[in-house]
């Protein structure tokens, strides 16, 4: 009996959950045996996880972009350096992210991401700030992306 015979069918999808290197190296596999459907088929679902995994990070980055920009309006007394500089380094990762990655457009981001992203944002802020929740407030695309905040700011 040959090997093709005794081929289990890949897990794709649990695969490329897992470990994208792996999944790489089964879907080489897969070509090197001359099995493209397989092969397609693990790169498909690979492209998924790259994806979905960039998504995260992007929502992750505007999360605690948001996250510290409310923290900002809401507690004035006592921002830091600490602060700018996490809005700063989150502001520069989602930059590099939509640089990589074209799809992530203004649009993109503000209608699939924006409100779910301010929902954690507040959540996570009111923790930092232990308080059982804050007021809701908006954000707008220049609030999150334009306006400067230097310490010397203390009338926002």
């Given at each position: 009996?040959?090997?093709k015979a005794?081929?289990?069918p890949v897990d794709w999808e649990g695969l490329a959950l897992t470990s994208h290197y792996d999944t790489a190296v089964a879907i080489?596999?897969?070509l090197q045996e001359g099995n493209m459907?397989?092969?397609t088929q693990g790169l498909e679902e690979l492209i998924e996880a790259l994806?979905?995994?960039d998504e995260r990070e992007l929502r992750s980055y505007l999360i605690r972009l948001m996250q510290h920009i409310i923290k900002w309006r809401v507690q004035p007394e006592r921002r830091t350096p600490s602060w700018?500089?996490?809005i700063e380094h989150a502001r520069g990762e989602?930059?590099?992210l939509r640089q990589d990655h074209p799809r992530f457009t203004r649009r993109m981001i503000k209608e699939r991401m924006w409100q779910r992203c301010l929902r954690s944002a507040h959540r996570e802020a009111a923790i930092d700030m232990n308080r059982e929740r804050i007021a809701e407030m908006t954000l707008s695309w220049d609030e999150v992306?334009?306006?400067v905040y230097t310490l010397e700011q203390r009338d926002c």
């Open positions: 009996m040959g090997d005794q081929q289990v080489r596999d897969a459907a397989e092969a994806s979905r995994s700018v500089a996490s989602i930059a590099e992306f334009e306006t």
